[in-house]
């Protein structure tokens, strides 16, 4: 395992961190405060190489590597101070670009992959509903043939980019009373029949990006639409996803994390209180130590993760729990602490921090809660299976 960083690769980091600073930033204050979505910023990311970035170049995507696509998410989201466009990102190119990558067919690639590589349209994935999201196999959307089609009903909730996708991945049942050995995933467009966005759902954070409930009425899709195998979409899907999610997906965490304790650390250089910088007192000195080391093992965590999906081998359930646990909790812990040493101005929207804090709350309930993630550890180190 060798997690260097060449000077390629740190130009990557750079370029991103650039684009997102000079292109996202600037705006984030306002497009938070109105929970507006600017469908220019997303053109801008993509005709920078950031949305395509782990797709092939003959699918219009630039090609990056798990790890490279990491340090691209990490450098944006230090560079734009917008978790919400990250996650959006995420949504897009990892929970629906990916699952049609590795399982799609030749037709389903070069539909759907150029457009999404090229910022024209932007994907979401449906899993959870309103009663199903950690134990997510006991979904009550499902899926008829009838002829040449599929039939769709049921609800998906919590949907991030439900409201301007232009295609979903979508799990359904189609085998009932089999569990997750009867569930399919398919490709559903967002002018299908019976198609529908229905309410819109406002956050606590992440407010830069658009989340709704999804409904399927009665939902007409082709044949085709099916992705992978029938009846094993759910397992082959959700095992993809796993890896790349908490790799890529939490890379963004790490670049909020090195924001905030980067500004920690220049305001107790600055602020001077009881004749001295704040930061001469040991008490903020450590608050800063610990920020700093959670972001080191939070970095590795998710590298190795990536560089096991680099090797080829199968996602590692284990590393990408661990990664995920400690990477989301790190981040909460960490923008609370950098709003503790910037005091009042950290509890101000123009320093950034407070923002951080309410959008990394996400990260401990979203794509598996922390109590999910325990549990995997804890069977696995009991050795009392999955």
């Known amino acids: 395992m060798d997690f260097r960083i060449t000077p390629q690769q740190h130009d990557l980091y750079d370029a991103a961190r650039e684009l997102g600073a000079r292109v996202v930033a600037p705006s984030v204050l306002e497009r938070e405060k109105h929970e507006r979505w600017d469908q220019d910023l997303w053109k801008k990311m993509a005709d920078g190489g950031l949305i395509g970035a782990p797709f092939p170049e003959e699918y219009g995507g630039t090609g990056l590597s798990a790890f490279e696509t990491c340090l691209v998410k990490e450098g944006f989201t230090y560079g734009s101070l917008d978790g919400g466009v990250a996650l959006a990102w995420g949504a ?77 991945i979508v799990t359904a049942v189609t085998e009932p009373g089999a569990k997750a050995f009867g569930i399919s995933t398919f490709i559903v467009d967002a002018n299908s029949p019976g198609f529908r966005v229905g309410q819109r759902i406002e956050k606590m954070g992440m407010k830069t990006s658009l989340t709704s409930e999804i409904i399927f009425d009665d939902c007409e899709i082709p044949e085709d639409a099916l992705l992978g195998d029938l009846n094993a979409g759910f397992v082959g899907t959700a095992k993809t996803i796993l890896g790349w ?74 590393d990408a729990a661990i990664a995920k646990l400690q990477v989301s909790e790190s981040s909460q812990k960490t923008a609370r602490d950098a709003i503790q040493v910037l ?23 979203g794509a598996g809660t922390s109590e999910v993630q325990r549990s995997i550890i804890a069977r696995n180190v009991l050795e009392i299976g999955f």
């Not at 609800?155 to 439900?162: D, E, F, H, Q, R």
């Not at 509890?347 to 709350?361: C, G, I, K, L, Q």
């Open 92 to 168: 897009s190119s990892i929970l629906c670009g990916i699952p049609i990558w590795k399982f799609g067919t030749e037709a389903q690639k070069q539909k759907y992959l150029p457009q999404m590589c090229s910022g024209e349209w932007l994907g979401a994935f449906c899993l959870s509903e309103p009663n199903s999201g950690s134990d997510a196999a006991s979904m009550k959307t499902h899926a008829v043939k009838k002829g040449d089609r599929w039939i769709l009903n049921g609800t998906k909730m919590w949907i991030t980019n439900g409201p301007i996708a232009n295609h979903f």
């Open 245 to 318: 999610e908490r790799s890529t997906m939490l890379a963004p965490a790490l670049g909020g994390q090195r924001s905030n304790y980067e500004k920690a650390a220049s305001y107790a250089k600055e602020r001077v209180q009881f004749g001295r910088p704040i930061a001469k007192f040991q008490a903020l000195r450590h608050m800063i130590a610990d920020m700093k080391i959670r972001y080191e093992i939070g970095r590795n965590l998710i590298h190795r993760v990536a560089w096991h999906l680099d090797s080829g081998g199968d996602p590692p359930l284990v």
């Open 343 to 365: 005091g009042g101005v950290g509890y101000t929207t123009e320093y950034h921090v407070e923002r951080s804090w309410r959008d990394a709350m996400l990260g401990s309930i």
